[in-house]
């Protein structure tokens, strides 16, 4: 089936769109009275409306029943961290016993490459896209100098070729086979934020095996957005946050997987505390740290009861509409987006789509290149009530988000841009 470009048939695509019940489960934010054309759920996923009644509980069992809710709870917050493990294992293609909510992205990293990244004299180098996101480069530089190396020597980072503006596989597993036995570690935005390319996990992953390297991925923008097979594809590890499309709220719950052969190894070095320690023996406060032969090894603190609720709400949406058929609509409301787009009389004059066009190769977002007044064109349709995200220096990011965002909404915004550039 083809696209059409007028309103009555986005809006026909809207009636026969089976997922179309889940918008009305969300919050959507009003501007000047109107509900706004909110595309930023790559920034931050919008509230379900389910998310006051999952808080709610906790705090009229925190009322209730005081420090007695870390058992008693209709939800014991003695093992909260248990709540969410299917719905995640399923994001992310995983056994439930690789995969935790913990912290926030960057600890997450952090703690991760405390076990995965262990440089020798010979094997030292960390694998990045250039221009990852700032916290991931900032995490890999303060690694790399905590084990004394100098970033310039021991940070490879990818860059496209000259004219082009993402990665080709074939170039990155190019790079891995080159430098060989000195890798350490690859680290790479499964989707990368700025372009939304979305990277062959599997391919990737197995290079970086081949070589002996430690193969980690950052789903910051993947989970919720992209189906993964973490667990088939052999990732070592991976790290996530819980408030672009997981809808976890600001702030929301983070979250990690470590594979199966690493997370129940419990000799594995690694930055300890008390939550990571053997369930049975947790209270009997002695030394001698003992981990939980699984990803919850990891924890160090006690759970965020509040922040976990929360994202039990939106998990339990997404166990609803499931990953696939999200991703079935995602690949179709973004094509249309990519196909209205490509009809103006701007493009590629005044703007660009540097996300790639192949469905395999991205997620929902597509960042559009604005060659000149980005940034005036932005505020034109903040102004019109569209909410979506400038990145410096010249991208304007969409992300049409399937389980609340719809076909006429795609339609409205392209004419708003479409006008924008007129005024
Ligand atoms: C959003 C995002 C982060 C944010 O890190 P926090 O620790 O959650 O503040 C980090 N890395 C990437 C790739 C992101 O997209």
Redesign the pocket.
Known sequence: MNYESDLRWARKQDKEDVLRPFRARFHIPKINGREALYFCGNSLGLQPKTVTRFLQQEITDWASLGVEGHFHAKRPWLRYHQQSKKSLAKLVGAKPGEVVAMN????N?HLMMATFYRPTATRFKIVTEAG??S??MHAVESQLRLHGYDPQEAWIELSPRPGELTLRTRDIIATLEQHGSSVALVLL?AVQ?YTGQFFDIKKITGAGKKVGAMVGW?L??AIGNVPLRLHRHQVDFAVW?G??YLNSGPGGL?GVFVHERHAQDTLLPRMAGWWGHQERERFRMKKGFRPIASVDGWQLSNFPVLSGAAQLASLAEFDKAGIRALRQKSVWLTGYLEFLLRQLPAHETAFRIITPSAKDARGCQLSILMKSNGRKVFERLSQKGIVADWREPDVIRVAPVPLYNTFEEVFRFVESFESAFRL
Do not use: I, R
């Open positions: 926030q992205l960057t600890v990293l990852a996101f916290s991931d935005g934020y950052d910051a923008h946050c408030y672009k983070a």
